[in-house]
Every structure is written in C-alpha cells, then in structure tokens.
C-alpha cells in the first residue's frame, strides 16, 4: 500500500481479494477509531433514502472525522459495513463502487459486510465502523 507504513498480507497462492484485503498488518502509529458512521449529513438529516447517496455521505462524513485526527483514507485498515438489505446493497453496488474509489481512493482495507434487521435510526440504510492507524 502506497503512501503508509501498512501491509497487505496475502498468503502465497492465494487469489487476490478484490475491493478488500484479507489482512493488513499496521506499523507503529496512532489508532483512530470512528463508531459507526450513517448516511445523515452534518445536521443529522438525511437528505435521500437511496442507498448509494447515504453510503456516499456516510464515507464522507468518515473522512471528515478522520481529518479531525490527522488521518487520510488510506491510512484505514478496517471497515465493518452494516446494511439494511443485501439486494439494495447488491443493486446499489456500481453505484458503491463509484462513490467509494471517488472518495477513499483505490485503497482497499479489511472490510466485512453484514445484514442487519436494522438500525436505531430508522432511515438509515447502512451504517460503517472504521479503524485506521496513522504511522508515525
């Protein structure tokens, strides 16, 4: 991974994880830990029910708690997404894809995606737990 002191780890063999990373092993560096992050903007409203527009504002309000610390988006090593509905999130995926190479990069952390029954704000659509680590 360019432009960080983290490294991917890929077992001998293994077919390359696309839009992921099987592990990633983090140098020294200070630990960020954001809870998790819906699709609501700064005022906590939400401004569509799309899926792909909150998943859109959701990385962007990552990013802007990330810089409250100092940290970049490819200094992320681990996403855990929640999502309300595998088959909107399945639909939604080019739209996904797009948002998140406009806004994180082609930086691909670890990330686990899980469905949810749902979530303590009703429209929300997906919600994101992010860990970076920032090299010293």
Do not use: C
């Not at 960020?32 to 903007?41: F, K, P």
């Not at 990385?59 to 996403?79: C, D, F, G, S, Y």
């Not at 929300?124 to 860990?131: G, M, N, R, Y």
């Amino acid at each position: 991974m360019t432009g960080t002191a983290h490294r991917q780890l890929q077992p001998p063999g293994w077919p390359v994880a696309k839009g992921y990373s099987n592990g990633i092993i983090a140098a020294r560096g200070q630990t960020v830990y954001l809870a998790g992050i819906i699709g609501w903007n700064e005022k906590e409203e939400f401004e569509s029910d799309d899926f792909a527009a909150q998943f859109r504002q959701a990385l962007l309000n990552i990013v802007a708690i990330l810089e409250e610390a100092e940290a970049k988006p490819e200094h992320i090593v681990r996403m855990t997404w929640f999502i309300r509905d595998k088959q909107e999130y399945l639909s939604s995926l080019k739209a996904v894809g797009e948002a998140y190479r406009e806004i994180i990069g082609r930086h691909y952390p670890v990330m686990a995606v899980i469905e949810v029954s749902a979530f303590m704000e009703d429209r929300a659509k997906l919600e994101i737990e992010t860990t970076a680590v920032i090299p010293d």
